[in-house]
């Protein structure tokens, strides 16, 4: 345990010091990139020595004056895709940002037309007539015997 904080203090102390700005972009990048040592979380939460040594590097390079997409890109070359956070939307990727939103309107518009139909005015059993009120109790009888009349031949 004393070994571990030991590392990060020396880490903490050796980095170059950055400013105010750099910093926030610094830290905005740690976590659009997976730790490549797990693959379980960004390199802003995970404590590793390769985690370490990619914010370094990510300050180093922010100082030299790369720009984020030129860092993003430095990692996504050394390890894969697989190293973003979340997927850039090109090409096959692009597939995770529209999926969802079109499941959701499609899942909506069945589900619309199903209570449309199912809450749509009843038809009359043999007519295809529109029953828009109740049928009384005489029209229950009158299509019951004719029913029976029927089932009689």
Request: charged share 20%; net charge neutral; hydrophobic share 45%.
């Amino acid at each position: 345990m004393l070994a571990m904080v030991g590392i990060f203090l020396t880490a903490a102390l050796s980095a170059p010091s950055a400013g105010p700005a750099i910093e926030l972009r610094a830290r905005a990048i740690e976590a659009k990139i997976i730790a490549p040592c797990c693959w379980t979380q960004p390199v802003s939460q995970h404590y590793s020595n390769v985690a370490g040594e990619i914010r370094e590097q990510i300050r180093e390079m922010l100082a030299a004056g790369k720009s984020e997409e030129q860092i993003l890109d430095f990692y996504v070359a050394e390890y894969g895709e697989r190293v973003l956070a979340s997927p850039r939307a090109r090409g096959f990727n692009i597939l995770v940002y529209v999926l969802p939103w079109a499941s959701l309107a499609i899942g909506i518009a069945v589900v619309w037309l199903f209570l449309r139909r199912w809450l749509s005015h009843k038809t009359l059993p043999g007519t295809g007539e529109i029953s828009t009120a109740p049928a009384s109790g005489a029209e229950y009888e009158a299509r019951i015997e004719k029913e029976l009349r029927e089932l009689e031949r």
